[in-house]
């Protein structure tokens, strides 16, 4: 599809530009673990400087530094941050079909590493920054581009560092973020993520505790792997308690056909049974849904203290992913485990492994209105919906950070919908069609002047 409302030649200047940033910073490896992210910092920062601009690079240790710009219009306004990681997840070259780091242009896409999550809106922000300056920075505000450290693992040297480090330099009142834009066509409908908050993650390890012995004569009580077995059932059995504050209405409607069914679906009293039927007719969508209702269990790993067949092991530890809705944490987890496990005779005990509170912006707001603006410009009849991200993003520092901060996550696709794009990130053969590239930075461009009006 086309970009309407932007002449061909302004299409053709910005596609040249963003799709060569772009391969320019696929060469640059940033893998994280170890990330070095400091090469592409300086890369960004001489791009800049060719273009009469000038950033800072900051940051620690040497080798994981981040690049931010600030661009003031022309007259005061608000505060509008374009965030993008610069780091990649590894690449294991046998199975792709191009060096993961070769930057190669073919077909109609931007091969390589990062170039769906995230240097290609890396490389969008850059050129709309660019662009808004060689025209006169003819806005309210003030825009700060920041491509940032560390967000794939560990997340200590990036978005987390300026805003702990820096807040001088990135607190906003308006985020620009990874983590939506991708879409579906949903009953001939264009339908787009707009990512307003993420859930957040409480994993936990459940020790269970067993008499040891020797295990040529079976234990009828006592046996901690059974009672591991007994405690992984039950909690994939559970239905966690129905919230739904930040359940995506619009979402459910457009999704669920059945008008029985979706209407089950948003009544917290029948959402469960409800959630159970969907899962047989369509667990696509079952799926799609069911993360936005509560509380979740994956339990993963399940580990035994003895190695020994003919041995019964004093403990088994079982390790669970569990992510929690925005603004709700440990204590709620703890609450639900314990119902859950009711019936559970064994000894268990629990030790969360690493906890982060998720957040939300509001789901309306001035940057939301300047969003779909945009988009109905350039895509017309386009629907956005807000949700929640399951994973994590950087947004989530900055909220917890800068509590007025509001951020979402948008770097809409034009050409390849969710069911290709979906598919690419953190996989072999990662791409990115040049016309979404270009797209993302010409919608990021119109953003500026429209919120910034
Ligand atoms: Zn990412």
Known sequence: MDIAGIDAQAVAEVQKEVVDLLADLIRIDTSNPPGNETQAA?????WFRARGLEGEIVGEPAHRKNFVLRLEGTRPGPTLLLLAH???????PPAWSVPPFAGVVRDDHVWGRGADDIKNLVAAHAVAVSRLAASGRDFAGTVIYAATADEEEGTDC?????????????KSDYLLNEGGGEFDVIRGERVYELNTGEKGTAQFRLTVHGEAGHASVPLRKGNAVV?????????????????????????VRMLVDDADLCERLLDPVTARAALRELHERDDQTARLLEPHYGVTFSPTIVHSSSEAINVFPEKVEVTVDCRTLAGRGEDEVRAEVDRALAGIEAPWDLEFVGSVMGNASPDSSPLGDAIDRVMQRHVPGAKIVGLHCVGFTDSNWFRAAFPDVVAYGFGPYIEEDVSITGDLTHNHDERIHVKDV?????????????LLR
Do not use: S
């Open 42 to 46: 300086l890369f960004l920062d001489k």
């Open 86 to 92: 610069m780091d990649v997840v590894p690449a294991e």
């Open 227 to 251: 009672a591991a077995a007994q405690i992984i059932q039950a909690l994939h059995e559970y239905d966690p308690e129905v919230h739904m504050e930040h359940l995506p209405v619009d979402y």
């Open 158 to 170: 990036g978005a987390r560092w300026l805003v702990r480090n820096r807040p001088d330099l990135v």
């Open 438 to 450: 270009t797209f993302q930075a010409v919608f990021a461009e119109g953003l500026v002047r429209e």
